[in-house]
Nanobody, 121 residues
Framework: QVQLVESGGGSVQAGGSLKLSCATS????????MGWYRQAPGKERELVSA???????TYADSVKGRFTISQDNAKKTLFLQMNSLKTEDTAVYYCTAAYRCRSGRPDLGYWGQGTQVTVSS
């Protein structure tokens, strides 16, 4: 059973930074892609960022230039560095590890339990 455990969420003021981590029980290269999604209250879950197993990264337009996805294969950990946070970034952030991908993005896979990020003005 694949396990994904997120950490690093919390509360921060607008303009601040947080770094999310997602520890997986398998080596990252065993997945076709890993990524971060988020879901704000009353909204659908949306892709924030993803990295495919060839290293290609994808970002939502709303986070480009502010968020950076990275991975440590030896530590089996995915990261999301979030800078210049805005109130609209407030959401539960979920890590996913995909066993099926589409155009380099996660399509079907495993999910973590989520970590809350709250950005206040």
């Amino acid at each position: 059973q694949v396990q994904l455990v997120e950490s690093g969420g919390g509360s921060v003021q607008a303009g601040g930074s947080l770094k999310l981590s997602c520890a997986t029980s398998r080596y990252i290269f065993s997945y076709c892609a890993m990524g971060w999604y988020r879901q704000a209250p009353g909204k659908e879950r949306e892709l924030v960022s993803a990295v495919s197993n060839d290293g290609t990264t994808t970002y939502a337009d709303s986070v480009k230039g502010r968020f950076t996805i990275s991975q440590d294969n030896a530590k089996k950990t995915l990261f999301l560095q979030m800078n210049s946070l805005k109130t609209e970034d407030t959401a539960v952030y979920y890590c996913t590890a995909a066993y099926r991908c589409r155009s380099g993005r996660p399509d079907l896979g495993y999910w973590g339990q989520g970590t809350q990020v709250t950005v206040s003005s």
